[in-house]
């Protein structure tokens, strides 16, 4: 009998260690995207992410050409970006599916989406989206064709103009996600360097 009773002991315990644990199961704040639940001022203030820390991972668009005004804005701000080309592929859609989760293991501090079109292959998007989540990795959307309907698998998207006096340097609402500041959920971007 002791011996029975020991051991619905020790499973009871391993229920209620599991049930403890789950929360921490996932980094993804309840309702809201990574990098975008800082809309108020949280209670601890934090110093953020250095910049010399950041790495970017950027999945670039079928075109390629305003890619690299990105990549050269971010470098010339001291930001790490690595790029995932993806105009030469036979097929784009599945290659950035594959890179967002190839990025998501090397652990990038932020993922960077350019030109995405999630009406191609919906449920694809949102697997990989979410696997972003999952790590706790925030996700910006640069000039996006189709967003996701669910707000929750990227914090922000980003509109390119060049030619606006009041578009935000890129890098600047980079670290907004980054750090998990307030910012607007669609901000206008430019990549001009100062």
């Known amino acids: 009998m002791a011996q029975g009773m020991g051991a619905f002991v020790r499973r009871v315990g391993v229920v209620l260690l599991a049930a ?79 890179a967002v989760r190839d990025l998501v293991s090397r652990q990038v501090a932020v993922i960077v989406i350019s030109g995405l079109d999630v009406s191609r292959d919906a449920d694809g998007w949102n697997d990989a989206l979410n696997s972003v989540r999952t790590a706790g990795i925030p996700v910006i959307l640069l000039n996006p064709v189709h967003e996701p309907g669910d707000a929750r698998l990227y914090a922000a998207s980003f509109t390119v103009n060049d030619r606006a006096t009041d578009a935000m340097p890129i890098d600047k609402a980079t670290m907004l996600v980054v750090d998990d500041r307030a910012h607007e959920r669609n901000l206008m971007v430019s990549t001009v360097t100062r």
């Open 20 to 98: 403890a644990l789950m929360p921490l199961a996932s980094c993804a704040p309840a309702g809201a995207a990574i990098g975008d639940s800082g809309s108020g001022e949280p209670d601890v203030q934090s110093t953020g992410v250095e910049r010399n820390d950041v790495s970017i991972g950027m999945v670039g668009s079928h075109g390629a050409s305003a890619d690299g005004l990105v990549l050269d804005a971010y470098d010339h701000a001291g930001l790490d970006a690595s790029y995932v080309r993806l105009c030469d592929s036979a097929d784009p859609v599945e290659a950035g599916q594959r």
